[in-house]
């Protein structure tokens, strides 16, 4: 499965903000989903730290955690990843302090925390 990236056209910025346009979340046209290689250079680098912020969480505080565990995980991993990203101060501030903005995201790192432990527990078991 090779992945394709979406027309500019297919793309929409979620809202125009006070914010720095580099922290702005690009929405597929028509939904209010998110993808990862639509987004800005540093909500990528954001989003992908985030991921070895949860796996240190599942390693070393609960391995199985129940619903609200794990979304706790994730938002603290995308805080804490924002946080740790020099570029991304105000990204983390912005994280901070609007929950609407937070709470896209973190759809988005764990639908693709899962995809990625599911393709490494197959990987192991093969």
């Known amino acids: 499965m090779t992945a394709t990236p979406l027309a500019l056209d297919s793309v929409t910025i979620e809202s125009p903000s006070t914010w720095p ?8 046209k028509g939904s ?5 290689t639509t987004q800005t250079p540093l909500v990528q680098a954001v989003i992908k730290k985030s991921l ?3 796996r240190t969480s599942l390693l070393f505080e609960n391995a199985f955690p129940d619903a609200v565990l794990a ?3 994730v938002r603290d991993a995308v805080i804490s990843a924002a946080a740790n990203h020099g570029p991304a101060t105000t990204m983390h ?13 973190v759809p988005l ?13 197959f990987e192991a078991s093969c």
């Open 21 to 28: 346009a580099d922290t702005d979340l690009k929405l597929i």
């Open 32 to 36: 209010t989903r998110l993808m990862l």
């Open 52 to 54: 070895l912020y949860i």
């Open 71 to 73: 979304l706790t995980f």
């Open 93 to 105: 501030t912005r994280l901070v302090l609007e929950e609407d903005y937070i709470s896209k995201i």
């Open 109 to 121: 790192v764990s639908n693709f925390n899962l995809v990625t432990t599911e393709l490494t527990l």
